[in-house]
């Protein structure tokens, strides 16, 4: 352990790029916590009908995840080598892909929000109030695709405080929106979603201030973004299509799972959403760390040093298990105190203080799988890998174990819950070996 710690260099280096990380994702996960604390308000249907409503959003989101992970990984190695234009050239294919992304969920809920809404749920009174709030929430799928673009190139090139601070003005943004639109103009979940858009366009223009102010080298000619030849977009499909195929499949077969909790009815998907909300608040660590580790890795691999990112990638583990187990603890003595912020009945606290308790001891399997996967493995392209092992763990063990549980033994919520993360464990085994092979470690520019 004295050992472990005696990297300065390390520590200096991985630090300055997570702790405005852990910033900007305990933002991000208080902005959701917000939302669903003021909707929560009113009542168990309209924190489900929002929950749910988001589930679409949540598969949006990660297919987002999945383009900028991939361009992430490119746009880090070329910063190592000092390749800018290399980096312009992979912001421009993943704004595209970005925005592709959203014109395909913007028309889907624009032309059949009642049958997403009952994908979800079987109570007519949730999918009502979901469609509204989708039909107002739709058009920042455009806004987001640009934030999240422009936060992968911004911490890819070592400036993760920018996108800290623009999130921080998106979190204070929506407390004031939401009470306004939700309380003092009464518009109930539409105005949840109202404040939620508006947000959004607040972060995106202080994004867009703060890079032409600051003037970073990821900016360039419009014509420079889009200025790649055919050998460079085959190499960036090689390597990206796994990881948006990835997200693609794991963020669908999660919401499958949450298609499954429907039958174990409202009061249970109620808790289901102020978990999933709550653990967000408790992941930010590994999640940092992960992330942190990814752009660490892909910079020194730019730059051409394989055993330093091996090196390096060992630290990580380390510290991912130290930093979740701590986490963990935390979660628990906590819980009883967020669980009453929400105004809800004494049964979804009941079932929600039993789903954190699993949540706590999982946290451990969960950001693990987080820093191995996203961190370690796709920083040097092993993305074919990686894309099979989510694949796998969420649809051959998450999706079966959710519809046994609730569908066909009707279990209560909380052991069906308990089914499903046992694939965080799983899939933590097949990870680890997978990074103790080092076959990730290789320069892709």
């Avoid at 050998?231 to 990206?240: L, P």
């Avoid at 009815?265 to 967000?280: L, Y």
Wanted: proline content about 2%.
């Amino acid at each position: 352990m004295k050992n472990f710690f005696s990297d300065k260099a390390f520590f200096k280096n991985l630090f300055l790029l997570i702790i405005p990380i852990i910033f900007q994702e305990l933002l991000n996960s208080s902005v959701n916590l917000v939302d669903n604390f003021m909707i929560g308000q009113l009542g168990e249907v309209a924190i489900t009908s929002v929950g749910l409503a988001n589930q679409i959003f949540f598969v949006f989101n990660l297919i987002l995840f999945g383009i900028n992970s991939g361009a992430s990984v490119f746009v880090g190695q070329y910063f190592g080598k000092g390749d800018f234009t290399g980096i312009h050239k992979v912001m421009g294919l993943g704004m595209l892909l970005s925005l592709l992304n959203a014109i395909i969920f913007v028309l889907a809920i624009i032309f059949a929000p009642e049958f997403l809404m009952s994908l979800y749920s079987k109570d007519p009174a949730v999918i009502a109030e979901g469609v509204n709030y989708l039909q107002v929430i739709c058009p920042a799928y455009f806004v987001i695709a640009f934030i999240m673009a422009i936060n992968a190139a911004l911490k890819a090139i070592r400036k993760t405080h920018f996108p800290m601070i623009t999130t921080f003005i998106a979190l204070i943004s929506n407390i004031i929106l939401n009470y306004l639109f939700i309380f003092k103009l009464g518009y109930g979940v539409k105005g949840a979603a109202m404040a939620t858009l508006c947000a959004r366009c607040i972060e995106l223009t202080s994004q867009l201030l703060i890079i032409f102010g600051k003037k970073l080298p990821i900016i360039t000619n419009i014509k420079n973004y889009f200025n790649f030849k055919k050998d460079f977009v085959v190499s960036y499909f090689d390597v990206c299509t796994p990881i948006i195929l990835n997200e693609i499949f794991w963020s669908i077969g999660i919401s499958v799972c949450n298609m499954a909790y429907k039958f174990s009815g409202t009061d249970a998907q109620s808790a289901v959403q102020i978990t999933g909300t709550i653990q967000n608040l408790f992941t930010v660590m590994g999640v940092a760390i992960g992330g942190g580790c990814g752009i660490l890795l892909s910079n020194v691999l730019g730059y051409g040093d394989v055993e330093k990112a091996k090196d390096y990638s060992k630290k990580c583990m380390v510290l991912t298990i130290i930093m979740s187990s701590i986490m963990g603890i935390i979660l628990v003595i906590l819980s009883p105190y967020i669980i009453n912020m929400f105004n809800v009945k004494d049964l979804v606290k009941d079932y929600t203080q039993k789903l954190l308790m699993i949540v706590a001891f999982g946290l451990i399997f969960k950001t693990y799988n987080y820093t191995t996967i996203v961190g370690i493995l796709r920083s040097g392209g092993d993305t074919k890998y990686t894309a099979i092992l989510d694949f796998s763990s969420v649809w051959f063990i998450g999706i079966p174990m959710a519809f046994l549980g609730a569908y066909v033994l009707d279990l209560p919520i909380y052991i069906t819950y308990a089914m499903v993360y046992s694939e965080e464990i799983i899939k933590g085994f097949f990870s680890n070996a997978r990074v103790r092979k080092y076959k990730w470690a290789k320069s892709l520019v």
